[in-house]
């Protein structure tokens, strides 16, 4: 059995006024213990509002969440508030994308970190503030002592992102979630980050599901990914599986508009055309199909099913990238 | 720390300068003047002058000025035209019952309008939110006058359960120690004086609060909601922090920085709401003072008064930035 399991995960929103909306739409993937899912997509795709509603953390009001998430077999979808609260950072650890607005300003770092400890194990200040030191130290930060003291102003953005992590692998959660975590980080800084959590994940076996829209993250960290698109899952593959034959053409179309840098000089970018906006709903096609190259008539009448396509891989898609056109080279971080 | 004090202190000396220009000008551009006003209905043209020359109001007004600051610096604020008293004595005398008013007002204030407003933003477009709002901006909106004498009427009048006016019953022998009425009592064992005192203090207190409490209540949950929305309340949550050290630790702390910025300015317009309130309730504080040496001319009482209730808010305004440094460690820096 799976650490994590999602079932057909589905995210309403509700908002007076307007006609309900599906964030997340029957979302399901697998998570085992020590192993590396990835969750990509444009902005707007709901890969963050899957990992919001796995935790927990979306608003109570204006949301309804469908489907099962269930963690060692018990759906945390049917916990109470209270329930939730004792996972949250003991089972469950969270890292977030922008690591200055995700600590709190007017705390010193030392508390940010002690509270889960004292929430989780039940330590004592004194006691937790050796612990945190530890934990700073794990996460490279230099001098973790004195920076127990500091607030995160004091801190460079990858020290606070740092920081984050530590505070997430405090209590030594089985599954951890990132989301975007190095997205407002310098370039330099993100590959630190990236081998940091990789380390960790796999000297503790740690379960973590990877959320970017960072290709070059994918290529580096995850064993599987699932492409997200309008709220779905388009496409699901092995890693290498997925960048040497990309089915889906929104994902190869997302592989196919990272710049190179072995390119011919002058080479023409590729981007995807269009915006997330230009989406038709899915009960009425694919929602992919107003941007899609390979789009037939039959692409904005019925609704793609999800293919079952053979080596695990799932696809969902009438008129898939022929295996043999020109795939993209692996990017290695 | 210290040196940010001393360089805010410092900053205060040309306000308080510039203000006692517009002060001493301002008066002066009154009609009548505290000659006609002394002499009343016996007041000729000749004998104006006359008394004018004997108030040195007969000389240029940067002359008076000037002379006026001379001896302000050595801490001599003049006579009072009415009573021929130090107007400092007078201030002095009277100063216990507008400050001990004051501070009860400011104590109900903060200590209702602070758990309020929190307590609206937590239940925010439910019904209590929406009394809340409702209620606050009637709050705003009833001036403090009519506030006063509709409690007065309905309690202290209809019902009898508080003293209509003044500030200690004229039966209660009370040994003046303070001159704050209910400290008084306690220091002298007299509690009967200090429970009298109270029974006068509340009616007067609550008029007086009202504007205050209606606008920290408002700011309170305005600024509440803001950190509701912030990413480290989702971090704290995502910790699985008991919901209660979510409120103290994380959403009050940040919530109450605007707040205290509020308290200060409400301060400085308690005093203003002071004057009147002690007017309805025949309070005999700094309000009656005031209005006497309106409606007479006293220039040196008004300016003394007017100087004082100056550096009070600064003072107060200061104390605010304290406290900002306090709770928030990037002021401090």
């Known amino acids: 059995m799976a650490l994590l399991e999602v079932r057909d995960l589905t995210v309403t929103f509700q908002r007076k006024g307007s006609a309900p909306f599906n964030a997340v739409d029957g979302v399901s993937f697998d998570v085992d213990p020590g192993q590396t899912v990835g969750l990509v997509g444009e902005s707007g795709c709901g890969k963050s509002v899957t990992s919001l509603a796995i935790m927990g953390l979306l608003p109570k009001r204006g949301n309804r969440v469908g489907g099962t998430v269930s963690y060692e077999g018990t759906d945390l979808l049917t916990l109470s508030d209270r329930q939730m609260r004792d996972r949250r950072g003991r089972d469950l650890g969270m890292v977030f994308q922008d690591p200055l607005s995700s600590l709190n300003p007017v705390i010193p770092i030392g508390i940010q970190v002690t509270e889960v400890l004292e929430r989780h194990r039940g330590m004592a200040r004194k006691k937790a503030m050796v612990e945190a030191a530890g934990l700073l130290d794990k996460v490279g930060i230099p001098d973790p002592t004195r920076r127990l003291t500091e607030y995160p102003h004091q801190l460079s953005g990858g020290m606070r992102q740092r920081a984050l992590i530590a505070i997430a692998l405090a209590v030594q959660p089985r599954l951890l979630i990132a989301d975007e975590p190095t997205t407002a980080l310098d370039v330099t800084i993100q590959a630190q980050i990236l081998a940091l959590l990789k380390e960790l994940v796999t000297d503790s076996g740690t379960a973590l599901i990877m959320i970017t829209h960072d290709l070059g993250v994918v290529a580096g960290l995850c064993d599987e990914v699932n492409v997200l698109y309008a709220g779905r899952v388009v496409e699901k593959a092995e890693r290498h599986e997925l960048f040497a034959q990309p089915r889906h053409p929104y994902t190869h179309g997302l592989l196919a508009s990272i710049p190179r840098l072995d390119g011919a000089r002058g080479e023409r970018l590729n981007p995807i055309r269009g915006s997330v906006s230009d989406n038709i709903p899915w009960d009425t096609g694919c929602a992919f199909a107003p941007r899609c190259p390979n789009a037939l008539e039959v692409c904005t009448q019925v609704t793609p099913p999800q293919e079952d396509i053979g080596g695990g891989r799932l696809l969902r898609c009438h008129n898939p990238v022929r295996p043999g056109t020109p795939a993209v080279e692996e990017v290695s971080v | ?333």
């Open chain 2, 1 to 333: 720390m210290l040196r940010f004090i001393v360089r805010r202190l410092l900053q205060a000396i040309p306000t308080l300068l510039i203000l006692s220009v517009l002060v001493f000008a301002w008066l002066r551009s009154l009609p009548g003047g505290p000659a006609g006003a002394l002499l009343g209905d016996k007041a000729t043209p000749e004998k104006i002058e006359a008394l004018n020359k004997v108030l040195g109001l007969d000389q240029p007004l940067y002359l008076q000025y000037f002379k006026f600051l001379g001896r302000v610096l050595t801490g001599d604020f003049g006579n009072s035209l009415i009573s021929g008293e130090s107007v400092l004595t007078e201030i002095g005398r009277a100063l216990p019952a507008t400050i001990e008013l004051s501070i009860t007002a400011l104590f109900f204030a903060v200590a209702l309008g602070i758990p309020l407003g929190y307590l609206a933003a937590s239940n925010k477009g439910r019904f209590l939110d929406n009394f809340t709002v409702i209620g606050t901006l009637v709050g705003v909106a009833v001036p403090v006058f009519f506030l006063g004498i509709l409690l007065k009427i309905v309690f202290a009048q209809n019902l009898g359960w508080f003293a209509p006016s003044s500030r200690q019953s004229a039966d209660i022998d009370a040994t003046r120690v303070t001159g704050f009425a209910t400290l008084d009592g306690l220091l002298t064992g007299e509690f009967d004086a200090t429970l009298d005192a109270l029974w006068h203090l509340v009616l007067p207190a609550v008029a007086l609060a009202t504007i205050p409490l209606a606008i920290i209540v408002r700011i309170t949950r305005a600024s509440v909601l803001d950190v509701l929305n912030e990413d480290f309340v989702r971090t704290a949550n995502a910790k699985g922090l008991t919901g209660q050290v979510v409120r103290r630790r994380h959403v009050l702390r940040n919530a109450l920085l605007p707040v205290s910025t509020t308290i200060g300015l409400q301060t400085g317009l308690l005093l203003g709401g002071a004057v009147l309130t002690e007017k309805v309730f025949v309070w005999g504080g700094i309000g009656s003072l005031l209005a006497q040496g309106i409606e007479r001319r006293d220039y040196p009482r008004l300016q003394a008064l007017i100087l004082l209730g100056a550096a009070v808010y600064v003072l107060v305004n200061l104390l605010v930035d304290i406290s900002y440094a306090l709770i928030d460690p990037r002021v401090r820096a």
